[in-house]
């Protein structure tokens, strides 16, 4: 029993500090015979955008191997069973359901994006973030904090996404 609650603190910090961002400082350029110029970070024009967390995309399907997906009406009890414990395991190091945390809160998501996109970012979320617009501009607004790929299963993808439709 002892070691079983070692091995679930040791996953569970992994997946805390595989969710970090990173931080990059300002370096100097230094010439002889010349002045010092110091690089300056642009500011960003503060704009009345709406934010990536909050936008709606529902026609956006991401980019990966999801490229269709009907959900039924009803929603399917031990798939959210089996999502919401997969959820627990491998996502609340990041996601709180609750709140704003490390990652975006998954409450409401799918009023937000298609099934296609959640899956996808699920899936394969390096690839998201290097080629779907809405999943970069996520990356920006987390400060960086690069989802990590949990290397899940498509039928554990479509577990979580019906854990997610309970979430409102």
């Known amino acids: ?16 500090i595989s969710c970090g961002g990173k931080e990059e400082k300002q370096k100097e350029k230094i010439q002889i015979g010349q002045k010092t110029n110091v ?5 960003t024009p503060v704009s009345n955008e709406v ?18 997906l009907t959900l039924d009406a ?29 990652g975006p809160n998954p409450t409401g998501i799918l009023e937000r994006r298609s099934p ?8 394969d979320p390096k690839l998201m973030t290097e080629e779907d617009q809405c999943a970069k501009d996520l990356l920006v607004e987390f400060n960086g904090a690069a ?11 479509r577990d979580i996404l019906e854990y997610f439709r309970t979430l409102k």
């Open 1 to 16: 029993m002892n070691n079983i609650i070692k091995a679930s603190f040791l996953l569970a910090l992994g997946l805390l």
């Open 39 to 43: 690089e300056t970070k642009k500011e």
């Open 51 to 68: 934010p990536a967390s909050k936008r709606i995309t529902l026609e956006n399907k991401g980019v990966g191997k999801i490229t269709s």
């Open 74 to 102: 009803t929603i399917d009890n031990a798939m959210v069973e089996r999502g919401a414990a997969l959820f627990k395991t491998n996502c609340t190091a990041c996601h709180k359901t609750t709140k704003r945390f490390i």
């Open 116 to 123: 296609e996109w959640i899956m996808n970012m699920i899936l």
């Open 147 to 157: 989802m990590a790929n949990q290397n899940l299963t498509e039928q554990q993808a």
